[in-house]
């Protein structure tokens, strides 16, 4: 179904993926993170800290994630998933909720074209019950728009929650258990990781969120079971692909070692 036109002007102009005329730091080669997941906080405390109020700071963190979808572009990353909307920002206030969704839809209408001219294949992770049927609807159509891009992998994760995807996945292999379609020992890791949302996502490699704040809060908690966290102090409006890039540059300085270990007897105390 074609989503209603939408009539807000546009907040800040097309531009192309370098316009800033700013490239990414020479990464050593293989070593850019495939799959970067993004808890974009802070929206509320910018704006407060300048007497306005929350929505304007959710408002400024539009150009933010269109900035780092452009640095994650030029950065080489392959995937990059976005925490819009969570199944516990139904407890914010309802004014707040009532414009975290109308901005999600608008946000998705006003961009998926910039979107789909710079390769950007765009996914929606995430429940449907509750999830207005306008932003559902916006949803499916940048996917569709989107479906053949190959650039990178958006994942806007709205009305998402981590515990409820494993929760999800779990209830349907029941059923498929229930009704003898499944046996009980089919019941694998691989499995599992295929009834999710996005079956084929992959784990998340760097796990970064924005404005100090130190906790996952239910994002991708499957995927993200060996991802590196950082945590920046910079609150979302202001963040930028320069951002993204430090992040990127602590990332390719860590040791990932999956659980496996080897002595290294020079290490110093
Ligand atoms: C957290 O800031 C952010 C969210 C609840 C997600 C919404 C994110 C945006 C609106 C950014 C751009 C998104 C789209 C769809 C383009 P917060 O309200 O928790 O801030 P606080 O921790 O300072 O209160």
Known sequence: MTPKPYTHRDA?????????GEYPPAYARGSVPQHVAVV?????RWANRRGLSRVEGHKAGEAALLDVVAGALQAGVKHLSVYAFSTENWARSPEEVRFLMGFNREVL???RDQLNEWGVRVRWAGRRPRLWRSVISELEYAQELTKSNTALTL???????????IADAVRSIADDVSTGRLRPSAV?????????????MPDVDLFVRSSGEQRTSNFLLWQSAYAEMVFLDTLWPDFTRRDL???I?????RDRRFGGAVDAPDTPA
């Open 12 to 20: 800040v102009p097309f531009r192309p993926v370098d316009w800033t």
């Open 40 to 44: 974009m906080d802070g929206n509320g």
């Open 109 to 111: 209408h006003r961009r």
């Open 155 to 165: 994942t806007m994760c709205v009305n998402y929650g981590g515990r409820v995807e």
């Open 188 to 200: 694998t890791e691989k499995l599992i990781a295929k009834r999710l949302y996005q079956p084929d």
């Open 245 to 247: 890039w430090h992040a």
């Open 249 to 253: 540059d602590i990332y390719t300085g």
